[in-house]
T-cell receptor, first 111, second 114 residues
Framework: SQQGEEDPQALSIQEGENATMNCSYK?????LQWYRQNSGRGLVHLIL?????REKHSGRLRVTLDTSKKSSSLLITASRAADTASYFC???????????FGKGTTLSVSS | DSGVTQTPKHLITATGQRVTLRCSPR?????VYWYQQSLDQGLQFLIQ???????AKGNILERFSAQQFPDLHSELNLSSLELGDSALYFC?????????????FGNGTRLTVT
């Protein structure tokens, strides 16, 4: 089952611009996590936001969570070419133990 | 480096065959997860083990099985392989203290069924 749905599917920007990715989910959650995947590699955890939190920052990353709308957004500020990757949101669907991932947003940052 | 080791990195086999994928979790992590990633299905959760016991089951086919051993390493067995089983198979581990902690992913095993 696919819990999170990222939007857009693909995003192309220039270095220095901000990138915003959105995620919508269907059920109640304990937390929502964002991961990054470079082509053909394993996913890397970026940030976790709990259901009682509304916003969280980590370096150039800013995540928001709106549980009433069942949605989250990931903002990457001042993008770099090295940020080129796929980004996935993941939730613990119905507060279960396993993380369910969306299909991801492919971000391309050109210099 | 996530600390999660998956072997082999690549596997090419024929339809109808059986393969075993192996995963060593990050030191100290008790929970192991298996995911399948394909272009059309995205990242699909297969199964989770915690300290040797099955904890959660996802979209795992009956032809697939897994286990976690006392030393916490895990194996995913895929049998009667079909062309559609070609995918990247990821293992991830976490401390899992009762609420989802971050997952640490290995670099995957790329399975090609011909």
């Amino acid at each position: 089952s696919q819990q999170g749905e990222e939007d857009p599917q693909a995003l192309s920007i220039q270095e220095g611009e901000n990138a915003t990715m959105n995620c919508s989910y269907k059920t109640s959650i304990n937390n929502l996590q964002w991961y990054r995947q470079n082509s053909g590699r394993g996913l890397v955890h970026l940030i976790l936001i709990r259901s009682n939190e509304r916003e969280k920052h980590s370096g150039r990353l800013r995540v928001t969570l709106d549980t009433s709308k069942k949605s989250s957004s990931l903002l990457i500020t001042a993008s770099r070419a090295a940020d080129t990757a796929s980004y996935f949101c993941a939730t613990d669907e119905d507060c279960q133990t396993a993380l369910i991932f969306g299909k991801g947003t492919t971000l391309s940052v050109s210099s | 480096d996530s600390g999660v080791t998956q072997t082999p990195k690549h596997l090419i086999t024929a339809t109808g065959q059986r393969v075993t994928l192996r995963c060593s979790p990050r030191s100290g992590d008790l929970s192991v997860y298996w995911y399948q990633q394909s272009l059309d299905q995205g990242l699909q959760f297969l199964i989770q083990y915690y300290n040797g016991e099955e904890r959660a089951k996802g979209n795992i086919l009956e032809r697939f099985s897994a286990q976690q051993f006392p030393d916490l390493h895990s194996e995913l067995n895929l049998s009667s392989l079909e062309l559609g089983d070609s995918a990247l198979y990821f293992c991830a581990s976490s401390e899992w203290t009762g609420e989802n902690s971050p997952l640490h992913f290995g670099n995957g095993t790329r399975l090609t069924v011909t």
